[in-house]
């Protein structure tokens, strides 16, 4: 017999895109990792059963002896690894992860992260010391920073398996070399970075090490992402079936893959369709691996959701196999609005005020914040061109401004329905000139937004650092940034169930250029229809009651 | 005294009634894919909806085979033959008790407003909601067929059309099934095969 009630499709897809910087493992502090990382058993971390007398790596770092020195800092580790991997940081410096930016082929634009303006904390330049905490290497603490310098590629934040090489806003990309209160203002104290321990245990990348940095985009766990947070670094399979860590157990790197340091997936020139089939074993197909399809093919259901395949030509995997974001409990940050910062409490000094959950709702240096977890996304169409509104392109404040506006249309052949992020925002801009600004938010201590409260300075300054032209009128903007969910794949009994778009009002309602059964009635025809049957009952019923009672008058 | 007629034979009733049965289940399970009520729910409505579907058209295989090889497709031929006398008889005679003026025989068991009746349903309604459902079920191979520059909208917009033709066939349908020479005379027909008409 064939079965009604199910409420899955037959495959879970692959999580898509986003790769980075990643920065360490926090394992002094207390939640991650769970596994215990001590250096015996260190392969643990990513996933591979520990024997300890049979690793499955064919070197064991410990025994190297240019690894058993006690480093003085950072650079001291890299110039050790380059001494045996003497093409890595010349490889890695070719990298987004390195350069922080990047020029788009189609449009042109000049994207990377110290160019873009984003609706978190902004903007990179003339706050580098603070920013570079994710950045995959040592000393960037201005614009005059040496990209060329084999030493100062950071191996460890990638490679620790430890979980105790921690970079920390302020040090330039640096771990701290001595004891360091850490947070400021804690009573807590991090004792000095044991790179020699670090150094002898390195591996593969892991979820732990690429979610360092990754999980804590826009300032903190699972601010900006929403897909990312750091309880995938554990994760059980409704949270992602992938990377279910008593399952499949996948790395972020078993699907983004790479090659010479270069990692798969972007989220400048995201892959929003990819109807090429199964990225097979030697082919020279260089297109991006870190897709749904290139693994799960272009028909991925068969049997009794065999019927699911004829949904993909307009919707993307995501859209049905993630039924909602932040579904790791944490809550990820919905909007951010810095036009209320610089409010101070009775003493004159800077305050944040904590909400019923223990989440920042205000704080004086950057104002007004919400949340929300296990969030249905916002659909949109899209065909993996994104523009980016830049420091120089001219803004409409009467609008909301779309930091980074999704192409994409029904009839382009090229889109596909994608759950989005959709972060709100309400930040700083050049009143005068109808530009974002660079802001200074961090490292100049007389400019320093979050030292000084005086957002004039920190726009003039930051403006001034990034070499643009600054009307000196600070105003504030509405804007909005999307952000594609891809990441937290549920398991197939978790998804997104047919009623939910197929229904009034459904979860697709006013999404253009589809017809959903169940969802778009033809108003018009139900009621032409409608009325016609309901006066053809009429019609019988008068006919049939002549005929009752003439038949009964005539005996 | 009224006479009994055979005129509906065994596999004529079991196509009549099996046929009757699923295109009822296909209202119901249609109506609510269309979003019209909410029964089975969506997905069971659409699954059910295709294997009722898929059972009329083996149904359907047989039908066509048998009227074939017994020749009874003939009984569909339409004719205006006494279409006028008909009508008049359905707007007066009918409630005066006035001899019914066609004669049912076993080689001609539908009146001439029936064979015209059956046509619409053979040459309009069905082709319509047969042809889009059709489309309906092989969605995905649109491409392949050549029909890519279909739309799902004008197809399901037939489909419904077609969906709203036959209900209203359905209500008229029933109703004169209770106009024979007495209320329940073509319904026993169709149960048993023999009609009682008229001397």
């Known amino acids: ?555 | 005294m009224a006479e009994r007629i055979y005129i509906f034979k065994r596999f004529e009733r079991f196509w009549h009634w099996s046929q009757a049965l699923l295109i009822i289940f296909m209202m119901l399970t249609g109506f609510e894919v269309h979003g019209v009520y909410s029964l089975f729910g969506f997905q069971a409505a659409t699954e059910l909806h295709t294997i009722a579907a898929w059972t009329l058209v083996s149904l359907w295989v047989f039908a066509i085979f048998w009227h074939f090889t017994t020749g009874e497709w003939k009984q569909y031929i339409p004719t205006m033959e006494k279409v006028d006398q008909m009508l008049k008889f359905y707007l007066t005679g009918i409630f005066t008790d006035a001899p019914h003026p066609f004669k049912q025989t076993t080689v001609r068991k539908h009146n001439p407003l029936q064979r015209l009746a059956y046509l619409f349903v053979l040459a309009i309604i069905n082709p319509l909601i047969w042809t889009t459902g059709w489309f309906y079920l092989f969605y995905g191979s649109w491409g392949n067929w050549g029909f890519g520059w279909l739309s799902l909208e004008w197809v399901a917009f037939f489909h419904v059309i077609a969906a709203f033709m036959m209900l209203i066939f359905f209500i008229a349908h029933i109703y004169l099934a209770t106009a024979g020479h007495t209320v329940t005379s073509h319904i026993k027909a169709m149960i048993t095969g023999w009609e009682e008409v008229e001397d």
């Open chain 1, 1 to 555: 017999m064939l079965k009604f009630n199910y409420k899955g499709l037959s495959l879970a897809m692959a999580f898509v895109m986003s790769l980075g910087i990643s920065w360490s493992v926090q394992a002094s502090d207390a939640k991650a990792p769970d596994k215990v990382p001590t250096p015996s058993a260190a392969a643990d971390v990513f996933g591979i059963a520990v024997d300890e007398k049979v690793k499955k790596s064919t070197a064991d770092h410990s025994k190297f002896k240019e690894l058993q020195v006690d480093f003085k800092d950072g650079p001291a580790v890299t110039k050790a690894c380059i001494s045996c991997h003497t093409e890595a940081s010349k490889q890695l410096h070719k990298t987004k992860h390195w350069n922080w930016d990047y020029i788009n082929a189609d449009t042109k634009q000049h994207l990377g992260k110290k160019n873009v303006i984003n609706n978190f904390c902004t903007s990179v330049p003339s706050n580098y010391k603070f920013c570079t905490a994710c950045h995959i290497g040592y000393g960037w603490e201005d614009d005059k920073f040496d990209f060329t310098a084999e030493e100062k590629v950071d191996c460890l934040v990638c490679h620790d398996t430890t979980g105790g090489y921690k970079k920390l806003p302020g040090l330039a990309g640096h771990p701290n070399y001595k004891t360091m209160e850490w947070p400021p203002h804690s009573g807590k104290f991090r004792p000095p970075t044991d790179l020699k321990r670090v150094a002898q245990s390195v591996g593969k990348t892991s979820r732990a090490t690429c979610g360092a940095c990754h999980f804590r985009g826009g300032g903190g766990d699972a601010v900006k992402h929403g897909d990312l947070d750091s309880t995938l670094t554990n994760p059980d399979r409704h949270l992602d079936i992938h990377m279910d860590a008593k399952g499949l157990d996948f790395s972020c790197a078993k699907c983004h893959t790479s090659d010479s340091h270069e990692v798969a997936g972007s989220r400048y020139e995201p892959t929003a369709v990819d109807d090429k089939g199964t990225l097979i074993r030697g082919s020279k197909d260089e297109r991006n691996a870190a897709t749904c399809v290139a693994c799960h093919g272009n028909v991925p259901h068969s049997g009794e959701f065999a019927k699911m395949n004829e949904h993909t030509d307009k919707l993307a995997c995501q859209t049905c196999h993630i039924p909602a974001y932040a579904r790791g409990d944490k809550h990820t940050k919905m909007t951010w609005d810095w036009s209320t910062l610089g409010e101070m409490d009775e003493q004159g000094k800077p305050k944040k005020i904590w909400g019923s959950e223990g989440k920042v709702l205000y704080d004086s240096k950057k104002g007004n914040f919400t949340y929300d977890r296990y969030v249905i996304p916002e659909y949109q169409w899209f065909n993996g061109d994104v523009e980016f509104t830049l420091a120089d392109t001219k803004v409409d404040p009467t609008k909301v401004l779309k930091i980074n506006s999704f192409k994409g249309s029904p009839d382009d052949g090229k889109s596909r329905i994608w759950p989005t992020k959709v972060f709100r925002g309400k930040q700083m801009f050049d009143k005068g000139n109808n530009t974002l600004v660079i802001t200074s938010l961090s490292d100049d201590p007389k400019t320093a937004l979050w030292k000084n409260f005086d957002i004039n300075k920190a726009v003039e300054y930051g403006m001034q650092y990034a070499g643009r032209d600054f009307s000196g009128d600070v105003g504030w903007i509405e804007t909005e940034m999307s952000w594609p969910i891809t990441h937290m794949v549920a398991p197939k009994e978790d998804v997104v169930d047919c009623h939910q778009c197929h229904t009034e009002n459904g979860r697709l309602a006013g999404i253009e250029g589809i017809y959903i059964p169940g969802a778009n009635n033809t108003p018009l025809i139900d009621k032409l229809g409608f009325l016609a049957a309901f006066l053809t009952l009429v019609g019988v019923l008068i006919h049939g009651a002549i005929r009752y009672f003439m038949h009964k008058r005539g005996g």
